[in-house]
């Protein structure tokens, strides 16, 4: 979780840590928000990168892997849907963020999906 070091040991002492200008924080102490807003981020940047969408030419794109970016994104869908409640004003753009990597994922796509099969639609629903 970039600019922050995670740790869960209570015996830790951030003052021995390599790099003073990390932020140590306790697991504990971070609001479960922020946690799976994180984590929702990382999935979204994950499958983005496994779309392609990082490089000029998604379809010619080394990195791109639809069947990672599918698993990704059916998790993302997953993680948002069943967390949606505890979200507030973070469930707005995670979800307009997940739409996007589904549509970016069927127009990628060789042979959509028919709608509602689409990668984490099973969650969300068909997305257009």
Known sequence: MEGYQIVNDPTADPATSDDDSVNVRDLSE??????ISRAAVMLMSA????????DPDPDTSPRRDLDEARR??????GLITASVEYLGPHAGPLREGLQSLQRAFREG??????????PGEKYTGPVH
Do not use: K, M, Q, Y
């Open 109 to 118: 796509s060789a042979f959509p999906d028919e709608p509602g099969a689409g």
């Open 47 to 54: 499958a983005a990168e496994r779309l392609g969408l990082a």
């Open 72 to 77: 990704l994104i059916t998790a993302l869908a």
């Open 30 to 35: 971070i609001p479960s928000v922020e946690v």
